[in-house]
T-cell receptor, first 116, second 115 residues
Framework: AQKVTQAQTEISVVEKEDVTLDCVYE???????LFWYKQPPSGELVFLIR??????QNEISGRYSWNFQKSTSSFNFTITASQVVDSAVYFC?????????????FGRGTSLIVHP | NAGVMQNPRHLVRRRGQEARLRCSPM?????VYWYRQLPEEGLKFMVY????????ESGMPKERFSAEFPKEGPSILRIQQVVRGDSAAYFC?????????????FGQGTRLTVV
């Protein structure tokens, strides 16, 4: 069974602050995929990133960066110089890919509020 | 660039009525996944369908809920005799490849309110 834990229920920051959203996962699968999704107030789910379990390179995309640490089973997401438009709920998810089941498991989400 | 289309966006039903939620996958995608999001919770997998086949329904309640993905037309998630606890956002995702939810794209969701 898989488990994804996003311990931070809500984070509140002031614009231009850096903020890190934590994601810790549990899985017995040796191959898996990790995702981050953004859910803005409008409700849709926006894909941000997918990472394979065998690729531990960190990734940067503009103000977003992701730190994948297999040793600690974490896939943290950092927003640099946050903006009000970053206010949303962010979900981390895991999909196992080696056991024949590809059912995704989502964390409960972290609500990020960026104040002007 | 037509993404995954879900309709209606909002649906209000009285207890005991039926709710039908539709999902049209992205062009070229033949795999559809349904998820439920309860208030202030993450998404819970419900069912995975391929055209005319249910591949995995392990997350679907055994009673009142059913899903189909016919050869022609959208995928339908059907909830019979709705109860207040069914109030949630229901998301659909589609992907182009079998057993690879790795490139699934989500629709905007249907918010079901049972009154």
């Amino acid at each position: 069974a898989q488990k994804v834990t996003q311990a931070q229920t809500e984070i509140s920051v002031v614009e231009k602050e850096d903020v890190t959203l934590d994601c810790v996962y549990e899985t017995r699968d040796t191959t898996y995929y990790l995702f981050w999704y953004k859910q803005p107030p409008s409700g849709e789910l926006v894909f941000l990133i997918r990472r394979n379990s065998f690729d531990e390179q960190n990734e940067i995309s503009g103000r977003y960066s992701w730190n994948f640490q297999k040793s600690t089973s974490s896939f943290n997401f950092t927003i640099t110089a946050s903006q009000v438009v970053d206010s949303a709920v962010y979900f981390c998810a895991l999909i196992p890919a080696s056991g024949g089941s590809y059912i995704p498991t989502f964390g409960r989400g972290t609500s990020l509020i960026v104040h002007p | 660039n037509a993404g995954v289309m879900q309709n209606p966006r909002h649906l209000v039903r009285r207890r005991g009525q039926e709710a039908r939620l539709r999902c049209s996958p992205m062009k070229g995608h033949s795999h559809v996944y349904w998820y439920r999001q309860l208030p202030e919770e993450g998404l819970k997998f419900m069912v995975y369908l391929q055209k005319e086949n249910i591949i995995d329904e392990s997350g679907m309640p055994k009673e009142r809920f059913s899903a189909e993905f016919p050869k022609e037309g959208p995928s339908i998630l059907r909830i019979q005799q709705v109860v207040r606890g069914d109030s949630a956002a229901y998301f659909c995702a589609s992907s182009p490849r079998e057993h690879q939810n790795t490139e699934a794209f989500f629709g905007q969701g249907t918010r079901l309110t049972v009154v």
